[in-house]
C-alpha cells in the first residue's frame, strides 16, 4: 500500500482524489502521465498563478508547489484570497444564539495560525470525504489526516482497547449513545453508511476525527 507522508497527511494514496489511471489525461501543468493524477471536475477548487486552463494536475507538481488546493478547515475555508471564516461566508451564523461559544472560538483560532502553516496545507492533497475534507485544528496548528477509521482501527489506537469509549472520547461531532455500535462496531448495522476521518495533532499527539 502506497503511503502518502506528508506534514499533514500520513495514509494511503487512495485515501486521497489521485489515481494512476492510463485512462486519466496527462497532467495540464507538466504534460506528464507517470504520477499520481486528479481530474478537476469543479468539486475541488485549486490554486494556481498560470494562465492556462487546468483540466488535470498530478502529484508531482503538487510537492513542486505549482500549485496549491483551497481547503475547509475548522472555523473556515483558505482560498486563494487568503483565509475566509465560517461567518463571513455564511452571514446569518453571527445571528446564532452558539455563535460565540462555539463557533467564534474556532475562528480566532483559526486566524492566529502562521501563514507558513496555511501555505504547507494548501500544498497538501485533500482526502476523500462524502461532502469535502474538512481539516480539523488543535495546538495553533492544522491537525494530520491519518485515515478513514473502522472498527479495529479505533482497537488499535485506543489506550484502553476500548473501542467505544476512545470513539466518544475524540469524535467532534456527537451522534447518540448506540451511534458506534450502529455504525462502527464489530455488529454494526448492514445499512451503517458512517465515515469517521481521524487526525492527529503534530505537536502533542491528541488525536480527534469527525463523522459524516
Given at each position: 500500500?502506497?503511503?502518502?507522508?506528508?506534514?499533514?497527511?500520513?495514509?494511503?494514496?487512495?485515501?486521497?482524489?489521485?489515481?494512476?489511471?492510463?485512462d486519466i489525461a496527462p497532467c495540464s501543468?507538466?504534460?506528464?502521465?507517470?504520477?499520481?493524477?486528479?481530474?478537476?471536475?469543479?468539486?475541488?477548487?485549486?490554486?494556481?498563478?498560470?494562465?492556462?486552463?487546468?483540466?488535470?494536475?498530478?502529484?508531482?507538481?503538487?510537492?513542486?508547489?505549482?500549485?496549491?488546493?483551497?481547503?475547509?478547515?475548522?472555523?473556515?475555508?483558505?482560498?486563494?484570497?487568503?483565509?475566509?471564516?465560517?461567518?463571513?461566508?455564511?452571514?446569518?451564523?453571527?445571528?446564532?444564539?452558539?455563535?460565540?461559544?462555539?463557533?467564534?472560538?474556532?475562528?480566532?483560532?483559526?486566524?492566529?495560525?502562521?501563514?507558513?502553516?496555511?501555505?504547507?496545507?494548501?500544498?497538501?492533497?485533500?482526502?476523500?470525504?462524502?461532502?469535502?475534507?474538512?481539516?480539523?485544528?488543535?495546538?495553533?496548528?492544522?491537525?494530520?489526516?491519518?485515515?478513514?477509521?473502522?472498527?479495529?482501527?479505533?482497537?488499535?489506537?485506543?489506550?484502553?482497547?476500548?473501542?467505544?469509549?476512545?470513539?466518544?472520547?475524540?469524535?467532534?461531532n456527537w451522534n447518540g449513545d448506540d451511534?458506534?455500535?450502529?455504525?462502527?462496531?464489530?455488529?454494526?448495522?448492514?445499512?451503517?453508511?458512517?465515515?469517521?476521518?481521524?487526525?492527529?495533532?503534530?505537536?502533542?499527539?491528541?488525536?480527534?476525527?469527525?463523522?459524516?
Amino acid at each position: 500500500m502506497d503511503i502518502l507522508n506528508l506534514d499533514y497527511f500520513n495514509s494511503s494514496i487512495w485515501d486521497s482524489p489521485f489515481e494512476l489511471n492510463n485512462d486519466i489525461a496527462p497532467c495540464s501543468i507538466c504534460k506528464k502521465d507517470t504520477s499520481h493524477r486528479l481530474e478537476l471536475d469543479g468539486s475541488i477548487e485549486i490554486i494556481y498563478k498560470g494562465i492556462e486552463v487546468i483540466e488535470t494536475v498530478c502529484l508531482n507538481c503538487l510537492s513542486e508547489r505549482k500549485y496549491g488546493f483551497e481547503h475547509q478547515v475548522e472555523g473556515g475555508f483558505l482560498t486563494k484570497d487568503g483565509i475566509l471564516t465560517e461567518s463571513e461566508k455564511y452571514k446569518f451564523l453571527k445571528n446564532s444564539d452558539d455563535y460565540s461559544l462555539l463557533l467564534q472560538p474556532k475562528e480566532e483560532q483559526l486566524l492566529t495560525i502562521e501563514k507558513s502553516k496555511m501555505d504547507n496545507l494548501i500544498h497538501t492533497p485533500p482526502f476523500n470525504a462524502y461532502q469535502g475534507a474538512r481539516w480539523l485544528i488543535h495546538c495553533n496548528d492544522f491537525m494530520k489526516f491519518i485515515g478513514t477509521w473502522e472498527h479495529d482501527d479505533f482497537v488499535k489506537h485506543s489506550p484502553n482497547n476500548n473501542a467505544k469509549i476512545f470513539f466518544n472520547e475524540i469524535v467532534d461531532n456527537w451522534n447518540g449513545d448506540d451511534f458506534y455500535d450502529k455504525q462502527f462496531g464489530p455488529n454494526k448495522s448492514k445499512y451503517a453508511e458512517s465515515a469517521f476521518y481521524a487526525f492527529e495533532c503534530l505537536h502533542c499527539k491528541q488525536q480527534r476525527g469527525y463523522v459524516e
